[in-house]
């Protein structure tokens, strides 16, 4: 029997887009394999926002060659966000990859699959959903208008598209069919969903039609953008049943010159001001955030502008990263990668190490609560999900929990994760 294996790099979405591939390899027959050593089909989902994540992109590619060359008939794909417009570069330095697949492209794989093992795909492959299990992600808009100075994003998925609501719904009850009692509705730019349709609806409309969905247990949606988020979008997550009190708010800076020159279309003081009406609309929220230090031109001074909003916004968790450098972007075309590495590991170190207390002080202030857990697994011998707000909360118990939803008292806590007691009733069962 055939074997696949797809390695994938980065963002949800393109955990997301991976998932439905394998749901179609599951499809056409094939089964998963534990390495790209005895695959027969081999996928590099790629990733390009920071120029680590290439680098492993193109490590990754290069350990191929060999196994190419001893099994011409194996088949590589790259895909993902380092596949462009034009794959001329692409198939010159790479010769030994079969296809080159731009995101959610994947019919040119699967036509190559079906030609060179005699598989009938048209016949076999119905609609694509990813694979089942506890949470799952379902992508409702593609690519970015919004062209930050430093991202790539829109030159490598394209403008927004926004999908239909009833095509998302569909993929969504049959998620909960398989048993999914959790999804998340994933975007570039989440919050912009529907601009472009037809019928005037926007995320907030999308969400009260999930809330619906039978069966379906919690409802969550990321990366949302300050100037896309409102006041629709935050009543939603106030008053729908299903929707989790947990939004990602990507500040990336807290000075408003390197806002200005990001591109990212808000000031310091605006976004002070949503995190307020947020919170004063959601009390029981937990808000999360993307960080970027030491873009170009930034000073020690504009840093300390940040370092002083984290301060005070104290958000339950922050995605930081030291600027990257990115051919093609805006920012390398016009500005200068000024900042010397030293001086952004140094920035990027003292930014996580007050992120670490704060968060330390903040699950600390959870211990003695009891919380609802979806249980998604185990790791290391523990049961192991998360709240409504996103928080990783760890418990023992010999039944088997996954999939079910429990009470958890907390004991003890870490700036990463809380862990605690599971919650009995009377007849010593599960509360679910």
């Known amino acids: ?60 590619m290069t350990s191929l060659k060999p196994q190419k060359l001893q099994n011409p008939e194996k088949i590589f794909a790259l895909m993902g966000c380092m596949v462009g417009p034009k794959t001329d570069t692409l198939e010159k330095s790479y010769p030994y990859i079969d296809v080159f697949l731009r995101p959610q492209e994947y019919d040119p794989l699967l036509k190559l699959i079906g030609e060179r093992k005699s598989i009938d795909v048209e016949g076999c492959i119905g609609t694509l959903t990813v694979s089942p299990d506890v949470t799952a992600f379902v992508p409702i808009i593609h690519g970015c208008d919004k062209f930050c100075t430093f991202c790539i994003i829109p030159y490598r998925r394209g403008r927004e598209v926004s999908r239909k609501l009833d095509e998302i719904i569909l993929e969504s009850e049959l998620l909960v069919n398989r048993g999914v009692k959790e999804i998340t509705l994933l975007g570039q730019n989440v919050d912009s969903y529907g601009h472009d349709l037809k019928q005037d609806i926007d995320l907030s409309d999308l969400l009260y039609a999930m809330n619906d969905i039978k069966g379906l247990s919690r409802v969550r949606f990321l990366t949302s953008h300050p100037n896309d988020m409102s006041e629709n979008i935050i009543d939603a997550v106030a008053n729908l049943e299903k929707v989790c009190e947990n939004i990602n708010l990507p500040m990336q800076a807290g000075s408003n010159e390197v806002l200005s020159n990001m591109h990212r279309g808000y000031t310091n003081e605006e976004y002070r001001a949503l995190t307020y009406k947020i919170r004063n609309m959601v009390p029981n929220i937990t808000l999360t955030t993307d960080v970027i230090v030491g873009f170009c031109g930034e000073t020690d001074n504009q840093f300390r502008e940040t370092i002083n909003l984290v301060s005070d916004t104290k958000f339950d968790k922050i995605h930081s990263a030291a600027y990257s450098f990115r051919e093609n972007t805006i920012a390398s075309r016009t500005m200068i990668d000024d900042v010397p590495k030293s001086e952004k590991m140094a920035r990027l170190n003292e930014l996580d190490s007050l992120q670490e207390t704060i968060l330390r002080d903040l699950n600390s202030e ?63 069962s599960i509360i679910i």
């Open 1 to 60: 029997m055939q074997k696949f294996y797809v390695w994938t790099i980065g963002c949800q979405m393109n955990v997301a887009d991976s998932q439905k591939l394998e749901s179609a390899f599951d499809q056409i027959g094939l089964t998963k394999a534990s390495s790209a050593d005895e695959a027969d089909v081999v996928v590099l989902n790629s990733c390009v926002v920071r120029q680590s994540a290439e680098d492993k992109v193109i490590g990754m």
């Open 366 to 428: 959870l211990v003695g609560e009891t919380f609802e857990v979806l249980v998604e697994g185990k790791k290391r011998g523990r049961w192991f999900g998360r709240n409504r707000n996103d928080k990783l909360i760890y418990f023992d118990n010999d039944d088997e929990c996954k999939g079910k939803m429990v009470q958890v008292n907390v004991t003890k806590s870490t700036p990463w994760s809380l862990s605690g007691d599971l919650v009995r009733s009377h007849e010593e």
